[in-house]
């Protein structure tokens, strides 16, 4: 599941003993039997442990390692002879992620005096094309704090702009301003001195082509550089110095793919509708810090987790986080009895066993079953494994602005992400049929009741948990997985999680800790739902307001 940032976990490691035993679930490596054409726990089993390898490297978006993961899954959807809907008649849909990072190497002076880079300023461009900087001169505008003595836009124009003070909508009061120079408080400057260092991962858009005004971070004790005076001894309209030189930025193509493909439907009118039925293939790739012993980290958040949770009642979002210094403090992890169970276990690798690859094994066993069904339902099924869920949903926005196949035929979004835990040991309320729905309601009230029907009708004994679907629950599960981005374009959606656990985003997200009974199960549910759906002898019905397919996603 995608999210804005990372928590680092901290490591505690003492003297008292441990609460469980750090002993997995399944064994460290498993080579599993050919996969058969039904669904079950064995063959998500072999599968799971194939695609949430160490070999697979995290199956980063843009990295060799989400070419890995998705090179395993085209394999498998060829061998069970489905439809390739990507591009050119290929399995394959690109992406166009792109990795961007600022030039330290970038030359620019204020009149005579040599700027340092890192030090004198800090880019802060967050999209489209940045206008030059280079012949612009300086002005300050004023400060915010006393808005009605700044200087009026037809002064800024062409010029770059100093502002004290608050800078929210800044570019909109000065829209031809070549540039902003906004002055961070002090406290602000290794932060920014961390993110000018950092690489972006993005995806081009149309938008990369638009003329925008670049901004700089620069610090209280520079600005004397660029104005020509001390920021004190300036006054809204003093004219500064004019640069010369340019802000660069590299950028490199990071090749990512979405994997498309499709079962017939057999009804020769129906079969031009499609029920999508999604997974993402990506996950965090490796650790930039480097290894660290798995077993005392999972140590440290299953202790966590229960002193939180004796205080909420509930999992804290990340592993290791939400707890007092106090609480922090009473964290001990015996780390003699851990090598008493194996040798230390380092390891860098965010597999993502759960997170997304139960739910794209999931998606593997459910074409799998289909493929190998002698009746087809009456509509096709449209399988899609999409990339760049971690960074920002990339390739489900991509997917769902560039569709392969008439994004009016998509009937409806089923989306499995996270579906490998669930149990009571992996979170409070958690038992054999747990399942968490989220969305299925919000644009269709007839998909919300089908996917009660069809548990209840077939019994599978799912039991539903409808909080995370709350309007303006706080930690927006709505906006932050792929089903978003069909829903956003009116598309009915139902997001099916098994839910966090303390292994969410973590170097020990890995297959030993999977319960493949309860993948398979989810997996069976989300197959007859589909196939529901794609045996109406309607489409599902749309029966509430559809949302702005570019504003702001709302929970």
């Not at 829209?175 to 950092?198: M, S, T």
């Not at 759960?354 to 998606?363: A, H, P, T, W």
């Not at 800790?513 to 196939?531: E, K, Q």
């Amino acid at each position: 599941m995608h999210v804005r940032a990372l928590m680092t976990v901290v490591l505690i490691a003492c003297t008292t003993a441990i609460a469980a035993a750090q002993g997995p679930r399944s064994p460290l490596k498993y080579k599993g039997p050919e996969t058969q054409p039904a669904i079950t726990a064995a063959d998500a089993m072999t599968r799971l442990y194939v695609f949430a390898d160490d070999s697979m490297m995290g199956r980063g978006a843009g990295d060799p390692g989400g070419l890995k993961g998705t090179a395993y899954i085209e394999r498998e959807v060829r061998r069970m002879g489905l439809v390739p809907a990507g591009d050119n008649g290929t399995f394959f849909q690109a992406v166009p992620i792109y990795r961007r990072s600022f030039d330290m190497s970038s030359s620019l002076k204020a009149d005579d005096v040599q700027l340092v880079a890192g030090k004198d300023y800090y880019p802060l461009h967050l999209g489209g094309t940045p206008r030059s900087l280079n012949g612009r001169q300086v002005i300050y505008a004023g400060t915010t704090l006393d808005a009605a003595n700044m200087i009026p836009a037809a002064q800024a124009v062409g010029k770059v702009v100093v502002v004290a003070g608050p800078t929210p909508g800044i570019a909109r009061r000065y829209p031809d301003a070549a540039g902003f120079i906004i002055i961070p408080a002090d406290y602000v400057i290794p932060q920014l001195r961390e993110y000018a260092a950092e690489v972006s991962t993005l995806m081009h858009e149309p938008a990369d082509t638009v003329s925008v005004s670049l901004t700089l971070a620069v610090p209280s004790a520079s600005i004397a550089s660029f104005l020509g005076v001390p920021l004190q001894n300036a006054r809204p309209g003093t004219l500064g110095r004019t640069l010369s030189g340019e802000v660069r930025f590299n950028m490199v193509d990071a090749p990512a793919r979405n994997v498309v493909a499709i079962i017939r439907g057999s009804d020769s009118l129906l079969r031009k509708q499609f029920v999508a039925i999604g997974a993402h293939n990506d996950h965090l790739g490796i650790r930039h810090e480097g290894a660290i012993d798995t077993d005392s980290v999972r140590a440290f958040n299953q202790m966590a987790a229960k002193i939180y949770m004796t205080r909420t009642h509930e999992l804290p979002e990340f592993p290791g986080t939400g707890l007092t210094a106090d609480e922090k403090a009473r964290v001990r992890v015996n780390l003699d009895s851990l090598r008493r169970i194996r040798p230390a276990r380092p390891d860098s690798v965010y597999n993502g066993a759960d997170d997304d690859g139960s739910g794209s094994v999931g998606l593997l066993e459910i074409a799998e079953k289909f493929s190998n069904d002698q009746y087809k339902p009456k509509r096709s099924l449209l399988f899609v494994w999409h990339t760049g869920e971690e960074l920002a949903l990339f390739g489900s926005e991509f997917f769902t602005d560039h569709p392969t196949v008439p994004r009016e035929s998509i009937v409806a979004q089923l989306n499995i992400d996270m579906i490998g835990r669930g149990e009571a040991s992996d979170r409070p309320g958690g038992n054999s049929g747990y399942l968490q729905l989220i969305g299925s309601r919000r644009l269709s009230s007839e998909l919300g009741d089908l996917l009660e029907k069809v548990n209840i009708a077939n019994r599978h004994g799912m039991k539903f948990d409808y909080t995370f679907d709350a309007a303006g629950h706080p930690e927006q599960y709505y906006c932050r997985s792929d089903h978003y981005e069909y829903a956003r374009y009116g598309i009915p959606v139902a997001f099916m999680s098994t839910g966090g656990h303390i292994d969410y985003h973590q170097v020990t997200d890995e297959p030993q800790y999977i319960s493949y009974t309860h993948l398979a199960r989810v997996a069976g549910f989300v197959a007859d739902v589909a196939a529901h759906i794609a045996n109406l002898d309607h489409r599902i019905v749309v029966d509430h307001a559809k949302p702005d397919p570019k504003g702001q996603c709302v929970q």
